[in-house]
C-alpha cells in the first residue's frame, strides 16, 4: 500500500496493492502494521459499517463528539462517491478546510479521516456500496453535523442541487458558525 498526505493533518489517502490475474483481483483493505508504519497512525478500529445508497443520495456531513468522537477509514466496495472530510479541530491550521476525492471500485483507494473531523460523501453511481471502519462506537447522542452546502465551508460537490436526496435529519443540520455558537 502506498499512503499519500491531504492538504490536512493527519488525515490521508491510502492506495492497496491490487494484485489482478484471470480470476480477478486481490488486495490487503486493511493491515494493521503496515497502516501504522506508514501512517504513524495507531489505529485501533473496533466497529465496521456499509451502507448502500442510489446516484444522488448525499450522507453528512456528519461526527460524533466527546468521548464518543471517532477516527474513519473509508472506502467504496462498489460505485462511486465523492468523498468529502471537514477539518474542525479548533487549534488546527487548516480549521474550516476540507479535502475531498473520488473513491471507487476500481481504484480502491482508502482515506483515513482523524477524529476531529467532518465527513460525508456524495454517491455518484447507483447501487454503490460505502465501508467503513470507525475507532469509536456508534452513539446517538454524540452524533453532531453540518450541512453540506454551508458556504463557508465552500465545497464543490460538482453536482445539481435539485437531483440531491438527503435524510430529513441532514436537511436540518446547522452551518458551521451556527454549530460553533450553539
Ligand atoms: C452511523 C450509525 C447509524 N446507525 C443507525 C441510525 C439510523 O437508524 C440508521 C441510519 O443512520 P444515519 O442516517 O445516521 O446513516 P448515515 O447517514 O449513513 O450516517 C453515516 O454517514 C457518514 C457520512 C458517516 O461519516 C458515518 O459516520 C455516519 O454518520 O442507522 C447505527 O445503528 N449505527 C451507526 O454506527
Redesign the pocket.
Known amino acids: 500500500m502506498t499512503v499519500e498526505e491531504t492538504n490536512l493533518k493527519d488525515c490521508f489517502v491510502i492506495i492497496p496493492n491490487v494484485i489482478k490475474d484471470n480470476r480477478g483481483y486481490f488486495f490487503e483493505s486493511f493491515n494493521k502494521a503496515q497502516f501504522e508504519t506508514k501512517t504513524g497512525i495507531v489505529a485501533n478500529f473496533i466497529?465496521d459499517?456499509q451502507?448502500q445508497?442510489s446516484k444522488g443520495v448525499l450522507?453528512?456531513?456528519?461526527?460524533?463528539v466527546g468521548t464518543f468522537s471517532?477516527a474513519?477509514l473509508?472506502r467504496v466496495i462498489q460505485g462511486k462517491v465523492l468523498d468529502v472530510c471537514v477539518d474542525l479541530r479548533k487549534k488546527s491550521p487548516t480549521f474550516g478546510k476540507h479535502f475531498s476525492l473520488i473513491l471507487d471500485a476500481v481504484e480502491h483507494k482508502q482515506l483515513y479521516?482523524p477524529k476531529g473531523f467532518?465527513?460525508?460523501?456524495l454517491v455518484l453511481e447507483n447501487d454503490t456500496i460505502?465501508s467503513?471502519k470507525?475507532d469509536n462506537?456508534?452513539n446517538?447522542h454524540s452524533?453532531r453535523?453540518i450541512i453540506y452546502n454551508d458556504k463557508a465551508l465552500d465545497i464543490d460537490w460538482g453536482f445539481p442541487e435539485e437531483d440531491l436526496i438527503l435524510?430529513e435529519?441532514?436537511k436540518r443540520l446547522p452551518t458551521l458558525r451556527a454549530y460553533l455558537n450553539e
Open positions: 466497529q459499517n451502507s445508497s450522507r453528512g456531513l456528519h461526527f460524533q471517532q474513519k473509508v479521516i467532518a465527513h460525508g460523501f460505502f467503513y470507525c462506537y456508534y446517538k452524533e453535523g435524510s435529519k441532514d
